[in-house]
Each structure stands twice: as C-alpha cells, then as structure tokens.
C-alpha cells in the first residue's frame, strides 16, 4: 500500500494548491508577478474573482512561496479563515468572533515586550489587536507584516456588531499611528517610565498591509465596512479566468514530472483529450474556464485511470464521457468507504455540510461525535479531496465540502435521495390507507347492519341510527388525519427541497399536498391548522414559480 503521508497527486482537485504544491501551480504565473507588485505599493488590497478561479490557490502556491523566497522583500504573513457563522455551523464550543480570531492567530509564537506589559493591562479589548501586532512589529524590525483574510466573506455571517468591530480595528490600524485610548494612556500614566526609544517606538506605525479575498458575487458586502475603510475598494485586483494555453500547460505539465513524490507514475495526454477537457470546462456563454473545474477533471483521470487501471497514455477513450465525471466523482469518494459508512456520510453530508446552496464548515471532533464518522472516514474524504481540512486559529481542524463547484452535483444526488425516501413514505402511507380503508370498510358493514337492524323497532332504529352517525364520524375523522399526516410529511420534503435547490420537484409536492388537503371532509370537522397548512404551502408555491 502506498504511503500517503508522503506521497501526494499531482491534481490537488476541488481543493486549493498549498505552498508546498507551488511546483505543481501553473498558468498563473502574470498574476502572481502582478499582484505581488501591488502588494510592494498598496496598503490595503481586494483580490476578488469567481469562485473556481484560483483565489486561494494564488495566495497559497503563488505569493506566499514569492514572499519567502525573496531576497530582498522580507515579510511576516498571517493567512486567517474567519469561517462561516451560521446555525448549525459547530466549531467546539469556543467563542470565534472575528476579533478572537485574529488575537489568537497572532498571540502565537511571538514573545510580549516586558515594557509593554503595564499598557496592556490598561487598555481596552478592541487595543489588543494593536498590541499584538506591537508585538511583531518590534520583533521582525519593522519589515511589512501581511493579513491575507481569505474567502473574506464569510465574515458578513456574524452580527453587524462583530463586523463593525473588526472594521474599527483594522482601520484604526491602517489610519492612526496610535490608538487614542493607548495614546492617552502612555502620555498620562506611563510616559515617565519608558525610555525615549520605547516611547519612539510606541509612536511608530506600524509597517501592515491588509488583503482580503472574496468572491466577485459578494463585493457588495464589502459596502459595509467603509465606515470604517473609506478607501476599501480604491485598490483591488481581478483574478480573471485563466487563459486556453495556461490551461493546457496546468493540465500537461503536471503529468509529465518525473518524482517519486507522486503516487502515481508520468502520463500524458493525447492533444485531442487536452482540448476536449477544455472545451468541457468552458463557459457557454463568456468561453472563461474554471480552474476548479479542470482540476477535478485531472485528479480523475490521475486517480481512477493512470492509479486504478494503469493506463499511462490518455486517450479518448480512455478518458470517456467527460459529462459523466462530476457526477462520478463524488459516488466514487463515497465508495471508497466501508458499506456500513456510506449511507451515514451521504446524507450528512448533503443534509448538514450545504446549507442554503453553502458550504458549511464542522470542527472535527464534532463531526466524530454527532454525526459518527471516525478518524479514518475523516481522512478518505479528505484524501479524496470531497472534504477539505484547514486548522483553525485555536488549533482545532476544520473540514468543509472542498470546493463551491461540487455544490451542484452533490445536491443533485441529494434531490434524488429524498425523491426516493419520499416515495418510500407514500408508499407506506398508502399500507397505512389500505389498512385504515379496511377498518372502514368494517365499520360501514357494522354500521349497515344496525340501519338493518334498526327496521325491527322504532326505538332500535333511533338507537342504532346514532351509533352508526357516531361510527361514521370516527371514520371520516381516521381517514382526515392520515391526510393530514400525508401533507405533513410532503411539506417537510417541500421546505428541504427550497432549501437546497430542487424548485421543480418542490412545485411537485406543493400540488401533491393541496390535492391531498382538500380531500379532507370538512363538514365533521373544522381544524384551524388545516387552513395554516394549506396558506404555508400556497406561499412557497408562489415564491417557487
């Protein structure tokens, strides 16, 4: 078996290249020296793009291997996730406010100066950010000291407090030389016991330069924080889509390496299978091409055709029926787990880790304890690249779908899941039906019997025609509630559907439910949550259309 500690593929797949695959990241070789430029001249940057484009992949394999192996532009770099802050989104019970985040990433590895002790202890929490970055500011001599917030929108899921605070902070640090609650501080309690190098440093800017990543559909969001960065979308960078002929070098060069790094051998590709790939993973309507989507396309080819069966040559049909291989993809990750897993994984997956047609993020031992996946499940997916695992600022791991491109696929299995688990419930509310439908059927022979009965005396008649209205009551009651149930259980399947997606099969239900609500006979019986039910329904059609 090979060692996957040590070994690695050639196509990282939906997830971002990291540093480490820097080798392996190609085609981006324009904008890595374009916007390491920027970052020598400008503050504060928005690199923004599609989702797919690369934007971490660029920070990641593009500019932070540039910044280390640069001679002469020395930087400290801080790469922080804030995550997605949203029910149902569980990161182990510790507070993750942005504001945490950012302290914690930077209270690590760096010593505290012994003078600034005493200012730390008067000052605010919103100054601690300062403080910290005080902190390294004196220990790396002033050289520029780089946040890169990636997939930064996430941040706009917290509270408008918690952003306006994080807002405040960093244009505070951008714009003052000082924070002014520091700065009274130090010249009314502790200016006579620092020393005038101390106090000169103190009042020295800090050397920081923020970028924040984002996707090109969020950038409204980023109109919220200009109360506090005025100047926020002066600078930014578009990371456009790559290029036909950067395409092909991504997904030929890496082939042809010879390493015995990678887990699989060196292969190629026949020229016509490179331009069939491209042409897949080409936009109908602008002709842009995705690099997550080409990715995913490659690790497949890797994986499944030169790893499982050994072809060393890729041709046309070889690679088969390209349409095919989203869709494959994610069965095949599922299918690399035990049987007794699969079942469990799927539909936590698709139910809890894509929400509102996003991608959630869990902590792991979470996802051990409520969801039941052990260590080793946790480690084939993310093999697999269906998850990707990122250690967040307290040190705990992270996973979340890997890439928003398998959003789509995954949820059109899980539309198709729930189909299936809805016609299973018809079905055995129809068993339910056929049995009560059986107990009616014996109560209107009862009740025929006693109408039979009833000719034998007036008394009797009058007696027997009351226990038969009473029987018939009962019954129409039975068969009210088991429709009632019946439009329950569709309405719950209708509000998962909108959820993620699935209008068409949702306007289906929708239907289904109000046909089955006005078989109710209303003339026994009058139920207020009936009329509910039936509005709540309409609306979603409605909304639906």
């Given at each position: 078996?090979?060692?996957y500690?040590?070994q690695?593929?050639?196509y990282p797949?939906?997830t971002?290249?990291s540093?480490?695959?820097?080798?392996?990241?190609?085609?981006?070789e324009?904008d890595?020296?374009?916007?390491?430029?920027l970052?020598?001249?400008?503050?504060?940057i928005?690199?923004?793009?599609?989702?797919g484009?690369?934007k971490s992949?660029?920070i990641?394999a593009g500019?932070?291997?540039?910044l280390?192996?640069?001679?002469l532009?020395?930087?400290?770099?801080?790469?922080?996730?804030?995550?997605?802050?949203?029910?149902?989104?569980v990161?182990?019970?510790?507070s993750n406010?942005?504001?945490?985040?950012l302290?914690?990433?930077l209270?690590?590895?760096v010593?505290e100066?012994?003078?600034m002790l005493?200012?730390?202890?008067?000052?605010?929490?919103?100054d601690h950010f300062?403080?910290?970055?005080?902190q390294?500011?004196?220990?790396s001599?002033?050289?520029p000291?780089?946040?890169?917030?990636?997939?930064f929108?996430?941040?706009f899921?917290?509270?408008e407090?918690?952003?306006d605070?994080?807002?405040a902070?960093?244009g505070r640090?951008?714009?003052q030389t000082l924070?002014?609650?520091?700065?009274?501080i130090i010249e009314?309690?502790?200016?006579?016991?620092?020393?005038?190098?101390?106090i000169d440093?103190?009042?020295?800017?800090?050397n920081?330069?923020?970028?924040?990543?984002?996707r090109?559909?969020?950038?409204?969001?980023l109109?919220?924080?200009?109360?506090?960065?005025?100047?926020?979308?002066?600078?930014h960078?578009?990371?456009d889509a790559?290029?036909?002929?950067?395409?092909?070098m991504?997904?030929?060069?890496?082939?042809?390496?010879?390493?015995d790094?990678?887990?699989s051998?060196?292969?190629?590709f026949?020229?016509?299978?490179i331009?069939?790939?491209?042409?897949?993973?080409?936009?109908?309507?602008?002709?842009?091409i995705?690099?997550?989507a080409l990715?995913i396309?490659?690790?497949f080819?890797?994986?499944?055709?030169?790893?499982e069966?050994?072809?060393l040559?890729?041709t046309?049909?070889?690679?088969?029926?390209i349409?095919n291989?989203?869709?494959?993809?994610?069965?095949s990750?599922?299918?690399?787990?035990?049987v007794i897993?699969?079942e469990?994984?799927?539909?936590?997956?698709?139910?809890?880790?894509?929400q509102?047609?996003?991608?959630?993020p869990?902590?792991?031992?979470?996802?051990?304890q409520?969801?039941?996946f052990?260590?080793?499940v946790?480690r084939?997916?993310e093999?697999?690249?269906?998850?990707?695992k990122?250690?967040?600022s307290y040190?705990?791991?992270?996973?979340?779908?890997?890439?928003d491109?398998?959003?789509e696929?995954?949820?059109?299995?899980s539309n198709?899941?729930?189909?299936?688990?809805?016609k299973?419930k018809?079905r055995?509310r129809f068993?339910?039906?056929?049995g009560a439908?059986f107990?009616?059927?014996?109560?209107?022979?009862?009740?025929?019997?006693?109408?039979y009965?009833a000719?034998?005396?007036?008394e009797?008649a009058?007696?027997a025609e009351k226990?038969?209205?009473s029987?018939?009551?009962?019954?129409?009651?039975?068969?009210n509630?088991?429709y009632?149930?019946?439009a329950i259980?569709?309405?719950?399947n209708?509000?998962?559907?909108e959820?993620?997606g699935?209008?068409?099969?949702?306007?289906?239900y929708?239907?289904?439910a109000?046909k089955?609500?006005?078989?109710?006979?209303?003339?026994?019986?009058s139920?207020r949550?009936?009329v509910?039910l039936?509005?709540?329904?309409?609306?979603?059609?409605n909304?639906?259309?």
């Amino acid at each position: 078996m090979m060692d996957y500690t040590n070994q690695t593929y050639r196509y990282p797949g939906v997830t971002p290249f990291s540093t480490a695959q820097k080798s392996l990241f190609m085609g981006r070789e324009k904008d890595i020296e374009a916007f390491y430029q920027l970052l020598f001249v400008k503050q504060l940057i928005i690199l923004y793009g599609k989702s797919g484009y690369g934007k971490s992949s660029l920070i990641n394999a593009g500019i932070i291997p540039k910044l280390e192996e640069s001679p002469l532009y020395k930087a400290k770099y801080f790469q922080i996730r804030l995550y997605t802050q949203e029910k149902g989104n569980v990161l182990g019970g510790i507070s993750n406010s942005p504001h945490d985040t950012l302290i914690k990433h930077l209270s690590n590895d760096v010593q505290e100066l012994d003078f600034m002790l005493p200012l730390k202890a008067k000052i605010s929490e919103d100054d601690h950010f300062w403080y910290w970055i005080k902190q390294h500011q004196y220990k790396s001599k002033n050289t520029p000291i780089i946040f890169f917030f990636d997939q930064f929108e996430e941040l706009f899921s917290y509270s408008e407090q918690e952003i306006d605070t994080f807002a405040a902070q960093i244009g505070r640090l951008l714009f003052q030389t000082l924070p002014e609650e520091c700065r009274s501080i130090i010249e009314h309690e502790l200016f006579q016991s620092l020393s005038p190098q101390q106090i000169d440093f103190l009042y020295e800017k800090p050397n920081v330069k923020i970028v924040f990543s984002i996707r090109a559909d969020r950038m409204s969001l980023l109109n919220k924080l200009t109360k506090y960065l005025p100047n926020l979308l002066q600078h930014h960078y578009e990371l456009d889509a790559i290029s036909e002929e950067s395409a092909k070098m991504a997904i030929e060069k890496p082939s042809q390496i010879v390493d015995d790094i990678f887990l699989s051998p060196n292969f190629s590709f026949e020229p016509i299978v490179i331009d069939s790939i491209i042409k897949r993973v080409k936009n109908d309507y602008d002709g842009k091409i995705e690099t997550a989507a080409l990715q995913i396309i490659c690790r497949f080819i890797e994986e499944h055709k030169v790893i499982e069966q050994q072809k060393l040559v890729i041709t046309e049909a070889v690679l088969g029926n390209i349409k095919n291989i989203f869709k494959n993809y994610y069965q095949s990750a599922l299918n690399k787990l035990e049987v007794i897993e699969q079942e469990n994984v799927r539909r936590t997956l698709e139910d809890k880790f894509i929400q509102n047609n996003r991608r959630i993020p869990f902590e792991s031992n979470h996802i051990q304890q409520e969801y039941g996946f052990s260590e080793q499940v946790l480690r084939q997916l993310e093999d697999s690249t269906l998850l990707r695992k990122e250690r967040d600022s307290y040190g705990r791991y992270i996973y979340e779908i890997g890439h928003d491109t398998l959003i789509e696929p995954i949820l059109e299995f899980s539309n198709k899941r729930r189909q299936e688990d809805l016609k299973i419930k018809i079905r055995k509310r129809f068993y339910t039906i056929s049995g009560a439908m059986f107990v009616l059927l014996g109560i209107l022979t009862v009740i025929g019997y006693l109408y039979y009965k009833a000719d034998s005396s007036k008394e009797e008649a009058i007696k027997a025609e009351k226990e038969a209205d009473s029987l018939r009551i009962r019954a129409v009651t039975t068969l009210n509630n088991l429709y009632r149930q019946q439009a329950i259980s569709l309405k719950d399947n209708i509000d998962n559907l909108e959820r993620n997606g699935g209008d068409a099969v949702a306007k289906y239900y929708c239907d289904s439910a109000l046909k089955i609500l006005n078989r109710i006979d209303t003339t026994t019986s009058s139920n207020r949550e009936d009329v509910i039910l039936q509005t709540e329904i309409l609306k979603i059609k409605n909304r639906i259309k």
